[in-house]
């Protein structure tokens, strides 16, 4: 489905009979501390709730009007002598009742979300997409028949009415137009979604939620699970490692059976629109030229030697081995700190840093914690990962985490608050223009992580500290661009192929090594049952392609930070006012006053250098070390 061919309905950015009926606190514990459960009571009360089914049924009923009042007639509304005013209605109604749907929506996907195990979530997530499904098809026609308009008539009331305030919305759809099908065949893709792409998508989402994995004796869901690779004791880690691997083996034929259904779904998909390379949709949602991906690709490849392959190899040295195991790449360096981080202290770290860059910043990320718009414990069921889901612009964003107290965690909630506060200042665009392309939106949220890290380092109060901050920095920028641009290496592959026929369960584990080999470099062993880890990855399932985003968005912070570094006064405004944009500027647009430009060749170079110029600085204080050890020994 294109990405704004139809309704746009809010989707995450990437990751309990709880909802609330009033505006008081929720929250669990983890320890002694409590942590934030998100209250829905903005959305909706319950599922039960009168106000959702007035809202269904209003907008089936507006769903049927629109359709019987404008299909086959906006030629006509175009033409009319009010210079594009009546066609600027429609499309206000258009804009209202997408609102409302997404309202809808976006409460079912967040009580899913927030537990995919409860049959009766499950039920009312499915019931509700089937319903969105049905009222958002009698809508079909409104995009389709807006692309079919004379081009310079709608230039023309553009200009001369408030049509105008709409021309992003409808400059996007005209992209689209070369892969627009007819209308029929629009609508059985849109309604076959369900029965289609969604339940393979769902069926993902709750055979990861009931895997349960045996590690020392305990049985453990998959976000604890995968939380043990970051422990400080080597055995937890391998063991995890191996439950995994072993869990992923017995299930790897659904695995399989799901991937290869995806991809041919897709394939199919494109082949009908006419797209020519597997990623092409995705470069279309994204508003990003193929070029522009491909030269971003082939510079994080040609770097793989300069950053990850270098890095890792002083990490086994800091470990004390020659080669570190696939399950020590995320492992405590022996200086880093072992508390484990409260959320107090998570929060106020965040919005000190988001204060210290823009009071207005921070303001807005503190409405999260304030107003309950944060889901952050740990729970059987809930959703792995972390996200920030837009909703829609008449309520706010919502924030999921499984917040377990590592450093790391911190980092993901001040990335996930960059997404936030984006959506919360996107807002004033509208339904139709406040949703942004992944790779600016991986921006904000990249940048929320670097303002959260300089503070940190700032205050560190030793050298040992220091280089475990950088270290861990570096770890997570391999992990944001090397990691994702193997991924999408693999995505790549696996789409590739299929175009040929299905892909064994081997063949899957073959293409997964080889782009891991390349990417992480000598001093990483891969076992054999790391073969299978491409299985849990959400994104491949979710969002295919989405991945190059969060490299495009870490490099682009990369330069765009350097540019903070050095400017004068009114940075943040110009910062503030490039998200306030929404979807209503294209990249190159948005970066213009920050002197930056993502198409020029070397760009991309600049933000891989950054990455460089810390695994540098490492380097030196090692070898600063093995100076001082010597002059000791003489």
């Given at each position: 489905m294109l990405p704004t061919l139809f309704a746009r309905f809010p989707e995450p950015v990437f990751a309990a009979s709880h909802a609330a009926k009033s505006k008081e606190k929720h929250s669990v514990t983890m320890g002694a501390e409590a942590l934030p459960v998100w209250n829905l009571g903005d959305l909706y009360d319950a599922p039960e709730s009168p106000?959702?089914?007035?809202?269904?049924?209003?907008?089936?009923?507006?769903?049927?009007?629109?359709?019987?009042?404008?299909?086959?007639?906006?030629?006509?509304?175009?033409?009319?002598?009010?210079?594009?005013?009546?066609?600027?209605?429609?499309?206000?109604?258009?804009?209202?009742l997408n609102d409302v749907l997404g309202r809808v929506v976006s409460y079912a996907s967040l009580l899913y979300a927030a537990d995919t195990a409860d049959p009766k979530r499950q039920k009312f997530f499915g019931d509700i997409q089937e319903k969105i499904t049905a009222i958002s098809s009698k809508l079909l026609f409104f995009p389709l028949e807006l692309n079919r308009l004379d081009d310079a008539a709608l230039d023309k009331a553009m200009t001369s009415s408030t049509l105008g305030h709409y021309r992003p919305w409808l400059e996007d759809l005209r992209k689209e137009k070369p892969y627009q099908l007819e209308d029929r065949l629009e609508q059985l893709f849109h309604e076959k979604a369900v029965s289609g792409r969604g339940a393979w998508d769902r069926l993902f989402n709750e055979t990861m939620t009931s895997l349960r994995f045996e590690v020392d004796g305990k049985t453990l869901s998959l976000e604890p699970t995968l939380n043990l690779l970051l422990d400080a004791d080597e055995k937890k880690r391998k063991h995890a490692a191996k439950a995994l691997g072993k869990v992923f083996k017995d299930n790897i034929r659904l695995f399989t059976l799901i991937t290869n259904t995806l991809a041919k779904d897709k394939e199919i998909s494109d082949r009908w629109r006419g797209f020519e390379d597997v990623a092409d949709s995705r470069h279309l949602a994204n508003r990003v030229e193929r070029d522009v991906v491909d030269a971003l690709v082939a510079a994080v490849r040609d770097a793989y030697p300069r950053l990850s392959h270098r890095y890792y190899a002083m990490k086994a040295k800091w470990l004390g081995k020659k080669t570190l195991m696939y399950w020590d790449r995320n492992?405590?360096?022996?200086?880093?700190?072992?508390?484990?981080?409260?959320?107090?202290?998570?929060?106020?770290?965040?919005?000190?840093?988001?204060?210290?860059?823009?009071?207005?910043?921070?303001?807005?990320?503190?409405?999260?914690?304030?107003?309950?718009?944060?889901?952050?414990?740990?729970?059987?069921?809930?959703?792995?990962?972390?996200?920030?889901?837009?909703?829609?612009?008449?309520?706010?964003?919502?924030?999921?985490?499984?917040?377990?107290?590592?450093?790391r965690d911190v980092m993901t909630l001040a990335h996930e608050l960059g997404h936030g506060v984006h959506q919360v200042?996107?807002?004033?665009?509208?339904?139709?223009?406040?949703?942004?392309?992944?790779?600016?939106?991986?921006?904000?949220?990249?940048?929320?992580?670097?303002?959260?890290?300089?503070?940190?380092?700032?205050?560190?109060?030793?050298?040992?500290?220091?280089?475990?901050?950088?270290?861990?920095?570096v770890e997570d920028m391999l992990n944001t661009v090397v990691r994702q641009i193997a991924f999408y290496s693999f995505e790549r592959n696996v789409h590739a192929e299929r175009r040929d026929g299905e892909l064994t369960s081997e063949r899957l584990g073959e293409i997964w090594m080889d782009v891991q080999r390349e990417s992480l470099g000598p001093a990483i062993e891969l076992k054999p049952e790391y073969e299978t880890f491409w299985a849990y990855i959400p994104h491949f399932i979710h969002a295919p392609f989405y991945v190059y985003a969060y490299a495009f968005g870490d490099c682009l912070v990369?330069?765009?930070?350097?540019?903070?570094?050095?400017?004068d006064e009114g940075f943040a405004e110009r910062y503030l006012d490039m998200l306030?944009?929404?979807?209503?500027?294209?990249?190159?647009?948005?970066?213009?006053?920050?002197?930056?430009?993502?198409?020029?060749?070397?760009f991309w170079s600049m933000g891989l250098k950054v990455i460089e110029g810390l695994i540098d600085e490492l380097e030196a204080m090692d070898d600063k070390d093995s100076d001082g050890k010597k002059s000791a020994e003489a």
């Amino acid at each position: 489905m294109l990405p704004t061919l139809f309704a746009r309905f809010p989707e995450p950015v990437f990751a309990a009979s709880h909802a609330a009926k009033s505006k008081e606190k929720h929250s669990v514990t983890m320890g002694a501390e409590a942590l934030p459960v998100w209250n829905l009571g903005d959305l909706y009360d319950a599922p039960e709730s009168p106000a959702l089914k007035r809202d269904l049924a209003t907008a089936e009923q507006a769903a049927e009007a629109m359709h019987e009042r404008y299909a086959g007639k906006l030629a006509v509304l175009l033409d009319a002598g009010e210079g594009g005013e009546a066609l600027t209605q429609a499309v206000r109604e258009y804009e209202s009742l997408n609102d409302v749907l997404g309202r809808v929506v976006s409460y079912a996907s967040l009580l899913y979300a927030a537990d995919t195990a409860d049959p009766k979530r499950q039920k009312f997530f499915g019931d509700i997409q089937e319903k969105i499904t049905a009222i958002s098809s009698k809508l079909l026609f409104f995009p389709l028949e807006l692309n079919r308009l004379d081009d310079a008539a709608l230039d023309k009331a553009m200009t001369s009415s408030t049509l105008g305030h709409y021309r992003p919305w409808l400059e996007d759809l005209r992209k689209e137009k070369p892969y627009q099908l007819e209308d029929r065949l629009e609508q059985l893709f849109h309604e076959k979604a369900v029965s289609g792409r969604g339940a393979w998508d769902r069926l993902f989402n709750e055979t990861m939620t009931s895997l349960r994995f045996e590690v020392d004796g305990k049985t453990l869901s998959l976000e604890p699970t995968l939380n043990l690779l970051l422990d400080a004791d080597e055995k937890k880690r391998k063991h995890a490692a191996k439950a995994l691997g072993k869990v992923f083996k017995d299930n790897i034929r659904l695995f399989t059976l799901i991937t290869n259904t995806l991809a041919k779904d897709k394939e199919i998909s494109d082949r009908w629109r006419g797209f020519e390379d597997v990623a092409d949709s995705r470069h279309l949602a994204n508003r990003v030229e193929r070029d522009v991906v491909d030269a971003l690709v082939a510079a994080v490849r040609d770097a793989y030697p300069r950053l990850s392959h270098r890095y890792y190899a002083m990490k086994a040295k800091w470990l004390g081995k020659k080669t570190l195991m696939y399950w020590d790449r995320n492992a405590p360096l022996p200086e880093e700190p072992k508390q484990v981080i409260g959320w107090d202290k998570a929060q106020e770290t965040v919005l000190t840093a988001y204060g210290n860059f823009s009071p207005r910043m921070a303001d807005i990320a503190g409405r999260f914690f304030a107003e309950g718009w944060i889901d952050a414990p740990v729970r059987e069921g809930k959703q792995q990962g972390a996200f920030s889901h837009p909703t829609v612009p008449s309520a706010h964003p919502y924030i999921l985490l499984n917040y377990q107290g590592k450093p790391r965690d911190v980092m993901t909630l001040a990335h996930e608050l960059g997404h936030g506060v984006h959506q919360v200042l996107a807002n004033k665009q509208g339904p139709l223009m406040a949703p942004t392309p992944l790779t600016l939106a991986e921006t904000a949220s990249v940048f929320g992580e670097m303002l959260t890290f300089k503070k940190l380092l700032d205050q560190a109060p030793s050298k040992r500290e220091r280089r475990a901050l950088l270290a861990a920095k570096v770890e997570d920028m391999l992990n944001t661009v090397v990691r994702q641009i193997a991924f999408y290496s693999f995505e790549r592959n696996v789409h590739a192929e299929r175009r040929d026929g299905e892909l064994t369960s081997e063949r899957l584990g073959e293409i997964w090594m080889d782009v891991q080999r390349e990417s992480l470099g000598p001093a990483i062993e891969l076992k054999p049952e790391y073969e299978t880890f491409w299985a849990y990855i959400p994104h491949f399932i979710h969002a295919p392609f989405y991945v190059y985003a969060y490299a495009f968005g870490d490099c682009l912070v990369n330069s765009l930070y350097a540019v903070y570094e050095k400017a004068d006064e009114g940075f943040a405004e110009r910062y503030l006012d490039m998200l306030a944009a929404g979807g209503t500027k294209h990249h190159k647009e948005l970066l213009k006053p920050f002197g930056l430009d993502a198409s020029e060749p070397h760009f991309w170079s600049m933000g891989l250098k950054v990455i460089e110029g810390l695994i540098d600085e490492l380097e030196a204080m090692d070898d600063k070390d093995s100076d001082g050890k010597k002059s000791a020994e003489a």
